[in-house]
């Protein structure tokens, strides 16, 4: 999906330049690609998972950075030790905590709800918890 996006311009020139009815039905299929290329992709679990081996390696993570990540990253939060998991759903599960109107509706939301659901509210922090996380923090020396 992203190496085919340079040549979207390429196409789009050579299109321009001969008849180009075909250009608004690739620029279409290519927008399709794109957005289900994303979606299987998922970056903000990728980024979670990513961060997280990193931190089984190191124990240090930006607790920040993770915290900030979108309800796509939830599955792979949750394997996060607390207070670190605490903290890093605590966003996440105040950005769900009003339902969804139906034409906003996503499976990456949905499926943070029923594992947030499923964690029960004691799984979910708050600052207190991002505080004693921030021992692990990344980006700040130790003192």
Request: hydrophobic content about 45%.
């Amino acid at each position: 999906g992203f190496f085919v996006w340079p040549l979207f311009p390429a196409g789009l020139g050579a299109g321009l330049l001969r008849r180009g009815e075909w250009v608004p039905r690739a620029a279409v299929g290519l927008t399709v690609v794109m957005l289900v290329s994303l979606a299987v992709l998922n970056p903000d679990g990728y980024a979670a998972r990513r961060n997280i081996a990193r931190f089984e390696e190191t124990s240090k993570i930006d607790i920040w950075y993770v915290r900030g990540l979108s309800a796509d990253a939830t599955p792979a939060l949750v394997t996060l030790p607390d207070p670190l998991r605490r903290c890093a759903l605590s966003w996440i599960a105040t950005e769900l905590a009003e339902p969804d109107p139906w034409y906003a509706w996503n499976l990456g939301r949905a499926r943070a709800r029923a594992v947030l659901a499923e964690l029960g509210p004691d799984a979910v922090g708050d600052i207190d918890d991002c505080e004693a996380a921030e021992r692990f923090d990344s980006r700040r020396p130790r003192r």
